[in-house]
């Protein structure tokens, strides 16, 4: 049969010839142009109100604005973007398929681009900070670095270009991180909290409002208790060595009976803990003789043997001691 409308070519949909089907039914249906904002500082686009910073979202939802008219079996668009001298198009090649006829067709559209600077940016520019990260408690200048350092790792880490530090401050104490995204901060320092073996404190204050709601800013507090591990603390007239340390709390060893038991941090401050020796302080004893009930040791000023009762924890621990007053302090070395 031949197609009823140029009586030439066999006829195969509806009476019609491929090209005259395709002439009267299959019409792809795009906008004359698109017309975008976008971020001079990043380049964001900004589609339906929703600012994009990944170039194939923007493909992806141009891509979706070319429809055809006609409801074919499948709809391919292969879009991307395309500097002309001064114009943008979007180039898309539109491949289609209606009962096993495939057609092909290329689309070209401008692009209007108009310049507005997105969400993040105008933040980024505008000192915008949603929370306050205070690092205290670092015993010294470098481990500040090694927890400053750390912040910085696990931000980029989390690779969200709304998460940006504002500024850094040094204040009394410590230092004071301003953070553009609170749920960020939070996830931050609950990861420097439990590698620290820190507590967080978490206050919230409302900023001011906008649309009606009550805007909140969050200062976490990351505190770094006094002890570290290996250290020796005093806990209600008893001595005990640090093992290891969580943001919740520490588990200690009794010195005298090999016991270990767990502390929360507040239970230490509670009890008016003291840190006596600093890990580092403590020095290694060497065993020169052992009966049984009894060591001799290396005295480590004098280097005189003298004669002390076997602790319990020896010889799974070596033995270290350090001077408190005129008393020689003898203590399990943790590996
Ligand atoms: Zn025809
Ligand atoms: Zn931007």
């Known amino acids: 049969m031949r197609c009823v409308r140029c009586g030439k070519r066999e006829a195969k949909i509806k009476g019609l010839c491929e090209e005259c089907f395709r002439e009267i039914y299959l019409k792809l249906d795009y906008p ?66 209606l009962e096993g006829i495939v057609y092909r067709e290329t689309v070209r559209i401008p692009i209007k681009v108009e310049g507005e600077a997105c969400t993040i940016c105008s933040r980024y520019y505008g000192n915008y900070f949603e929370a306050i990260v205070q690092i205290r408690g670092a015993r010294n200048r470098e481990e500040e670095e090694r927890i400053r350092e750390r912040f910085y790792e696990i931000a980029s880490e989390i690779k969200d270009p709304a998460l940006f530090v504002n500024r850094e401050e040094d204040v009394r104490g410590g230092i004071d991180i301003y953070v553009s995204s609170k749920h960020h901060a939070k996830q931050i320092v609950n990861k420097l909290a439990e590698e620290f073996g820190a507590a967080v404190k978490e206050s919230p204050q409302i900023a001011g409002r906008r649309d009606g709601q009550d805007l909140y800013r969050v200062t976490y507090s ?75 040791i290396l005295e480590p000023s004098t280097y005189e043997v003298v004669e002390i009762s076997k602790p319990v924890w020896y010889p799974e621990y070596d033995i270290g001691a350090f001077v408190e007053g005129s008393d020689l302090v003898v203590v399990p070395i943790l590996k």
């Open 32 to 97: 004359s142009k698109f017309e975008i904002k976008r971020c001079p500082h990043c380049s964001a686009v900004k589609i339906h109100g929703e600012w994009i910073y990944d170039e194939r979202k923007l493909i992806e939802s141009l891509s979706r604005k070319i429809k055809i008219s006609y409801p074919v079996d499948k709809l391919d668009v292969n879009g991307s973007i395309v500097l002309d001298s001064d114009h943008i198009f979007f180039v898309a090649d539109v491949e289609y398929s």
């Open 222 to 296: 990351l505190r770094l208790p006094p002890y570290r591990k290996g250290d020796v603390v005093k806990i209600s007239g008893r001595y005990y060595v640090v093992r290891d340390i969580t943001s919740k709390g520490f588990s200690a060893m009794d010195i005298d009976n090999g016991k270990v038991t767990i502390f929360k941090h507040r239970i230490y401050e509670e009890k008016n803990g003291k840190v006596i020796c600093l890990s580092k302080e403590i020095r290694k004893i060497q065993v020169v003789y052992d009966d049984g009930n009894t060591l001799q």
